[in-house]
Nanobody, 113 residues
Framework: QVQLVESGGGLVQTGDSLRLSCAAS????????MGWYRQAPGKKRELVAV??????TNYADSVKDRFTISMFNKNTVYLQMNSLKSEDTAVYYC????????WGQGTQVTVSS
């Protein structure tokens, strides 16, 4: 089992920055990748960014060049979000993959124009 604790969400204005953090505990030795998804009201949950333990990254086209994902100690993942737009408003969920997927509880990011 892996437990995830997210932090860093909040209310910001257009153009501001935020950094989300997600710390994993428990069976972290099996972690293969960590990442972030988001879900806006009335929309499906979508991939934001993912990073493997070898450092390979993948981003949604909508956040490329604005968001940066990074991993520390193979058990903590960060999402640096710059130049935030109103369309980035969503609940952001951390995901960790071992032999199965584990989800965090979600953290709200609201970007006010």
């Amino acid at each position: 089992q892996v437990q995830l604790v997210e932090s860093g969400g909040g209310l910001v204005q257009t153009g501001d920055s935020l950094r989300l953090s997600c710390a994993a505990s428990g069976a972290i030795f099996n972690i293969r990748s960590m990442g972030w998804y988001r879900q806006a009201p009335g929309k499906k949950r979508e991939l934001v960014a993912v990073i493997t333990i070898s450092g390979n990254t993948n981003y949604a086209d909508s956040v490329k060049d604005r968001f940066t994902i990074s991993m520390f100690n193979k058990n903590t993942v960060y999402l640096q979000m710059n130049s935030l737009k109103s369309e980035d408003t969503a609940v952001y969920y951390c995901i960790t993959k071992t032999f199965q997927s584990y989800w965090g509880q979600g953290t709200q990011v609201t970007v006010s124009s």
